[in-house]
C-alpha cells in the first residue's frame, strides 16, 4: 500500500508557491502605495489656491529688448510664453519674476517661484532641483570679432573666451569650453556685449539666439558666430519633493509637443526650428 505522503493528487508545492506569493504581495505594492503617498504632496495645490503660478525666469535664454543706444531692458520671450502656456493649462495665469545673474535657482529654492525657466540641463542643476522633461534645445556658437576664421575649438587656443556666470553656475567653469582656451566669467549680457566690442575677450560662447541678437545690435562691428561648440538643453526646474507640480508640468509639455505648441512657440519666438526632445 502507498504511503499517503506519495498518493495522487494535486501537489502541495503549488499551494505554497500561491501563498507565500499572497503574503509577499501585499509587501511587494507597499513602496508603489508609499510613493504615491509621498507624491500627493499638495505643490500643485499651491499655486491653484492662489490662481497664479510664479515662475522665476532666468538669463540664459535672455535677449535685449530694444537697439543699442536705447537701454538695455532684457527679456526671454520663448520662455515667458511657455510659462503662459504651461499656467493656463493649469487653470492659472502667470506671474514672471525675471531675474539676472544665477538668481533664478535660489530664487525658487526659497520659496519665491513655483517653477523656473529656462533650468539648464546638467547633473550640476539636478542636483540642486527637480527637472521637467527638455522643452528646448539651442546650439551654443563662438561669437567673435577677430578678423579671419576660427575653424573650431582648437582655434581658441590662448583666446580670452567670455562664458556667462549662469552657464558656469550650471555646467563648471568652463561649460565645455576647451582648456586651451582662458575662460573670462562676465555676470551678464550687457556686460558680454561691451567686453566682446571692447575686445576684452576676443570670443563669448553664447546660445545661438543671443549671438544673433549681438550681431543684429553691431552692425559694422566685424562680430559674427564662426561654429557651433555644444548643444544647450533646457526645462523646467520644481522644488525636490513637489511631484504634483512636476506630474502636470511634464503632461503639459508632452501635449504641447505632441500638438506641435511648443515647436510653434519656439520657432515663432527664436526663430529656429526646436530639435527633437527625447523625456528624461
Known amino acids: 500500500m502507498r504511503s499517503p505522503t506519495s498518493m495522487p493528487g494535486p501537489s502541495s508545492r503549488p499551494l505554497r508557491r500561491r501563498a507565500l506569493f499572497q503574503l509577499a504581495l501585499p509587501a511587494l505594492l507597499l513602496p508603489f502605495r508609499a510613493h504615491a503617498q509621498a507624491d500627493g504632496d499638495g505643490s500643485l495645490?499651491?499655486?491653484?489656491?492662489?490662481?497664479?503660478?510664479?515662475?522665476?525666469?532666468?538669463?540664459?535664454?535672455?535677449l535685449p529688448a530694444e537697439p543699442r543706444g536705447a537701454g538695455y531692458r532684457l527679456h526671454d520671450p520663448f520662455n515667458t510664453a511657455a510659462a503662459a502656456m504651461i499656467a493656463e493649462e493649469l487653470?492659472?495665469?502667470?506671474?514672471?519674476?525675471?531675474?539676472?545673474?544665477?538668481?533664478?535657482?535660489?530664487?525658487?529654492?526659497?520659496?519665491?517661484?513655483?517653477?523656473?525657466?529656462?533650468?539648464?540641463?546638467?547633473?550640476?542643476?539636478?542636483?540642486?532641483?527637480?527637472?521637467?522633461?527638455?522643452?528646448?534645445?539651442?546650439?551654443?556658437?563662438?561669437?567673435?570679432?577677430?578678423?579671419?576664421?576660427?575653424?573650431?575649438?582648437?582655434?581658441?587656443?590662448?583666446?580670452?573666451?567670455?562664458?556667462?556666470?549662469?552657464?558656469?553656475?550650471?555646467?563648471?567653469?568652463?561649460?565645455?569650453l576647451p582648456g586651451h582656451a582662458l575662460v573670462s566669467l562676465l555676470p551678464d549680457l550687457p556686460a558680454m556685449e561691451e567686453a566682446l566690442l571692447a575686445r576684452q575677450v576676443e570670443a563669448a560662447l553664447l546660445p545661438a539666439p543671443q549671438a544673433r541678437a549681438l550681431v543684429a545690435r553691431n552692425p559694422g562691428s566685424g562680430l559674427?558666430?564662426?561654429?557651433?561648440?555644444?548643444?544647450?538643453?533646457?526645462?523646467?526646474?520644481?522644488?525636490?519633493?513637489?511631484?504634483?507640480?512636476?506630474?502636470?508640468?511634464?503632461?503639459?509639455?508632452?501635449?504641447?509637443?505632441?500638438?506641435?505648441?511648443?515647436?510653434?512657440?519656439?520657432?515663432?519666438?527664436?526663430?529656429?526650428?526646436?530639435p527633437p526632445l527625447a523625456p528624461l
Do not use: K, W
Not at 45 to 62: C, D, E, N, W, Y
Not at 103 to 109: D, K, S, V
Open 45 to 62: 495645490a499651491r499655486p491653484r489656491s492662489r490662481g497664479r503660478l510664479i515662475v522665476a525666469i532666468g538669463p540664459s535664454m535672455a
Open 91 to 176: 487653470g492659472m495665469v502667470a506671474e514672471v519674476i525675471a531675474l539676472t545673474g544665477t538668481g533664478m535657482l535660489p530664487a525658487l529654492l526659497s520659496g519665491q517661484a513655483d517653477i523656473a525657466l529656462p533650468a539648464l540641463l546638467t547633473r550640476r542643476t539636478a542636483s540642486r532641483v527637480m527637472l521637467s522633461h527638455p522643452h528646448a534645445i539651442l546650439d551654443a556658437v563662438i561669437l567673435s570679432a577677430l578678423p579671419g576664421r576660427l575653424r573650431g575649438p582648437d582655434a581658441l587656443a590662448g583666446l580670452r573666451v567670455g562664458l556667462l556666470e549662469s552657464h558656469a553656475y550650471a555646467f563648471g567653469r568652463d561649460a565645455g
Open 224 to 274: 559674427a558666430a564662426r561654429f557651433a561648440l555644444r548643444p544647450f538643453t533646457y526645462a523646467a526646474a520644481v522644488r525636490f519633493g513637489d511631484h504634483d507640480l512636476l506630474r502636470a508640468v511634464n503632461a503639459c509639455l508632452a501635449d504641447a509637443l505632441h500638438d506641435g505648441r511648443l515647436a510653434a512657440l519656439f520657432r515663432r519666438e527664436t526663430g529656429l526650428v526646436l
